[in-house]
């Protein structure tokens, strides 16, 4: 079993739709957790830190269940320019382990 | 500024050359990192540096020596590689005095291509 998972997807949305990503991990010693998103041929870039109380940057939340050991990523309000390549990950004593993405692709 | 570069952004070598792929980061951070990243999969940790001190090694093979002469720099030499180590090297740094909170911030990455 990966120590994190993501439906890999492709998750097809429209423009001005919601949508949300889960991700599982089995270490129940990871004590912290991030999105990062990715576009083609990019590098992962830093989309929030995901915090046991939830954060929301914009029209991203972000949400972490340590009970069921899963976050979140809801997207509100999808834009073309949402279309990417979304990381979970998490981190236990600075060693970042990767989900294996989510896909996104927003259409007008 | 979260800015780390990295060089060069694409190289392609042979597999009895002897390359090196140097990344460079100004934030103050004391933890520097390189990832190794196949198509359509997720980066895969292989060496971790913290204060300049090789933290971390996933049980990578010789042929990758990585470096750190000093806090702002980090190099991966390669030597004898693979066609099978064609990928995407990416470089990352935190703080590193935050422990488990660190957020890593990455480099644009070198595509290496190995003949």
């Known amino acids: 079993r990966k120590e994190v998972e993501q439906d890999p997807g492709p998750f097809n949305v429209p423009e001005g739709a919601t949508v949300a990503f889960n991700c599982t991990y089995s270490?129940?010693?990871?004590?912290?957790f991030f999105w990062y998103r990715q576009d083609c041929r990019k590098e992962p870039k830093l989309l929030m830190s995901?915090?046991?109380s939830g954060n929301e940057d914009g029209r991203f939340t972000a949400q972490l269940n340590r009970a069921s050991q899963y976050i979140s990523l809801l997207i509100r309000d999808s834009k073309l320019s949402d279309s990417a390549t979304y990381l979970c990950?998490?981190?236990?004593?600075?060693?970042?382990?990767f989900g294996q993405g989510t896909t996104l692709q927003v259409k007008p | 500024d979260t800015e780390v570069t990295q060089t060069p952004k694409h190289l392609v070598m042979g597999m009895t050359n002897k390359k090196s792929l140097k990344c460079e980061q100004h934030?103050?951070?004391?933890?520097m990192y390189w990832y190794k990243q196949k198509a359509k999969k997720p980066p895969e940790l292989m060496f971790v540096?913290?204060?300049?001190?090789?933290?971390i090694n996933e049980s990578v093979p010789s042929r990758f020596s990585p470096e750190c002469p000093n806090s702002s720099l980090l190099n991966l030499h390669l030597h004898a590689l693979q066609p099978e180590d064609s990928a995407l090297y990416l470089c990352?740094?935190?703080?590193?005095?935050?422990?488990?909170?660190?957020?890593?911030?990455f480099g644009p990455g070198t595509r290496l291509t190995v003949t």
């Open positions: 540096y913290s204060y300049e001190k090789l933290s």
């Open positions: 990950s998490s981190s236990n004593t600075g060693k970042l382990i």
């Open positions: 270490n129940s010693a990871s004590q912290s």
């Open positions: 934030m103050g951070h004391r933890a």
């Open positions: 990352a740094s935190s703080q590193g005095d935050r422990g488990f909170l660190d957020e890593q911030y």
């Open positions: 995901v915090y046991s």
